[in-house]
């Protein structure tokens, strides 16, 4: 609506972010303190100086730098998969008529709603069947291609290119794929840098499937933030040092790039 | 795949749009040349070969192991010892007689529903605030989303810890204006109710951005009329933003109904007090998710019971989502379009 906001809006805005940044310094300042002071309830609020220490500690009872490894590795081959395949297919949705078009679209958009992932067991079973139980494959394999990202993409194509720009390329004699590769490139770039961002962060966070296929010593993130804290004595300067650890790359990520994952989700809420 | 580009410039002058070459075909017997072929079985097959990269790996990765799920739950199927024999229905028959499994199937629903009516209420006012002409505008937008970042295995350590029992800061708080210690991780709908908060502090700015942005494609002038009708602000939000964003409504509250009723990282690291980690010491927030975990790798060592689950579930969310659908449409019906 166009109006200034007053005070309340305001007030009530910076409580809400307060609310939201205050777990982050919460964690924070449990892992900045020895686990005698964290296990004794509320701390004080400043931070202790024992952040290292207790990072140490993270890096002695779990493989993090591994799972560091494997959670970009992961990420990084999901986010970049699903972007080129989506961007393929949506090209083709968007753009080129062939029989059983709309039919295969909409198959994509009911799939959409299936969580696959309850597809686990016998994922579970053929991964083993095929030597790949435990290994990093075993995660990265079934996180290639989604539903989400066809859609996703085919949205944007669909008004992002003009017909006749597809047209002019043919006429001046490119192949499909040449026509893909110089106008359909080009033109899905914003779309696809988002998508990709929230593969990674999606691929980055998920853990429920991680968790079966994974084996202590060679974990994601996730699974290992779930062993150091299946300790018997509650070690919340640990464990709250170890959160704050796997935040930070995803921090990161978000400082640098969180400008344009705040617009990818307006737009795709526009879109969808 | 590019070859056909490297042909000599002069005949690109010849080449023709798709529909003029289909009609010069049916015209005549007038043969092709090879290039003309060739960007006949380009334009044909094309659309086929970009698709299908995807549609392959998503049928093996996604669809295969979906179908597949329900042949396992048919045999007596363990973890270790492998395909056994053929039982019909006797795994659906035994998780539908497990006492957990009806603790799980309402613990779902309500840790569901606790977060997803306060989430959308909160999304919806916050959505409201920052659909104003607010100074430094993005920051804000991505003060609002900063908690999406977190891995929700960290935010229920971060909130497990918040939310704990003795020493939790949430129960010292309350202690400090004279409420009793509740019991979070003992007490059944306390429990749910702290779980439930880990999912509505991960994805309320999230579910904002979304109204804000439907908010904002809201034609002004209907703002201004209904000012003009002398409707305040509140009335404003109630009788037109509303109603103008219930497409954006609708669209939320399926996609968190879908990932909501799989909720399974916050419950199960929410779960530190015991060895075997199934949702506390009574199941008092077992999800159905985490029984799928549970009865294949947990205690039970049981894939076919654990897909019988899966699949169990599977018709649970269709159901919810059908619900939502006809929901959808009734609302549609009532509404504006």
């Not at chain 2, 999406?148 to 204006?177: Q, R, S, W």
């Not at chain 2, 004279?178 to 306390?190: E, F, S, V």
Request: net charge positive.
């Amino acid at each position: 609506m166009n109006r200034r906001p007053g005070l309340l809006v305001y007030g009530l805005l910076i409580a809400f972010v307060l609310g939201s940044t205050a777990p982050f310094y919460w964690s924070f300042l449990l892992g900045s303190h020895t686990a005698a002071i964290a296990a004794q309830g509320t701390p004080p609020l400043l931070p202790g100086g024992h952040f290292i220490d207790n990072a140490q500690r993270v890096f002695d009872t779990v493989p993090f730098w591994k799972a560091l490894g494997n959670s970009v590795l992961v990420s990084t081959v999901a986010a970049t998969s699903v972007v080129f395949f989506a961007t393929l297919a949506g090209f083709a949705f968007a753009k080129l008529r062939f029989r059983g078009n709309a039919a295969l679209m909409a198959f994509i958009i009911a799939t959409m709603a299936v969580p696959t992932q309850l597809g686990v067991v016998p994922m579970f079973i053929v991964m083993a069947k095929l030597g790949w139980a435990g290994s990093i494959w075993a995660v990265i394999i079934p996180s290639l291609v989604t539903a989400f990202g066809v859609f996703f993409m085919r949205q944007y194509l669909v008004d992002a290119i003009p017909d006749e720009l597809i047209e002019a390329a043919r006429m001046d004699g490119c192949s499909m794929f040449r026509t893909f590769l110089t106008v359909a490139v080009p033109a899905a770039r914003p779309a696809a840098a988002m998508l990709w961002l929230f593969t990674f962060m999606y691929t980055w966070t998920d853990f429920f499937w991680p968790l079966i296929a994974l084996p202590a010593d060679n974990p994601t993130i996730p699974v290992a933030l779930n062993q150091l804290q299946s300790g018997f004595f509650k070690d919340y300067s640990l464990v709250l040092t170890g959160a704050t650890l796997a935040t930070v790359p995803l921090l990161v990520l978000f400082v640098v790039a969180g400008r344009q994952l705040v617009s990818g989700i307006m737009q795709g809420a526009v879109k969808g | 795949m590019t070859s056909d580009v490297d042909v000599p410039s002069g005949d690109t002058a010849t080449a023709v749009p798709p529909e003029g070459r289909r009609v010069r075909k049916r015209s005549g017997g007038t043969r092709l040349t090879r290039r003309q072929r060739l960007t006949r079985w380009d334009v044909r097959l094309s659309p086929y070969l970009y698709v299908s990269p995807f549609f392959v790996l998503f049928l093996l990765v996604g669809m295969f192991p979906l179908v597949y799920t329900a042949y396992v739950s048919l045999f007596d199927w363990g973890l270790l010892s492998g395909k056994g024999e053929f039982i019909g229905l006797d795994n659906y028959r035994d998780v539908l007689e497990d006492p957990t499994f009806v603790k799980a199937l309402v613990n779902t629903i309500s840790i569901f529903l606790i977060s997803s009516v306060p989430q959308v209420i909160i999304a919806l006012i916050l959505a409201g605030l920052l659909d104003t002409r607010l100074r430094a505008r993005t920051l804000w937008r991505m003060s609002v989303l900063l908690p999406f970042v977190v891995a929700p295995v960290a935010v229920a350590i971060i909130f497990g810890n918040l939310f704990g029992d003795e020493y939790g800061l949430i129960n010292d708080l309350l202690g400090k204006i004279g409420i009793d210690p509740i019991g979070w991780h003992t007490d059944r709908w306390a429990s749910h109710v702290a779980i439930a908060t880990m999912v509505n502090w991960r994805w309320t700015g999230f579910n904002a951005l979304i109204f804000l942005a439907a908010m904002q494609a809201v034609p002004r002038d209907l703002y201004e009329s209904a000012a003009m009708d002398g409707a305040g602000r509140v009335r404003q939000f109630t009788s037109v933003t509303l109603p103008m964003i219930k497409p954006t409504l609708i669209f939320v509250i399926i996609t968190s109904t879908i990932g909501g009723l799989q909720i399974f990282a916050e419950p199960r690291i929410f779960d530190d007090i015991t060895a075997t980690r199934e949702g506390g010491p009574d199941h008092q927030w077992t999800t159905m998710t985490m029984l799928i975990y549970n009865y294949g790798w947990g205690r039970g060592r049981d894939l076919g019971e654990a897909s019988a689950t899966a699949w169990l579930l599977f018709l649970i969310i269709v159901v919810f989502a059908l619900a939502n659908f006809l929901a959808t449409r009734r609302f549609a019906k009532g509404g504006q379009r």
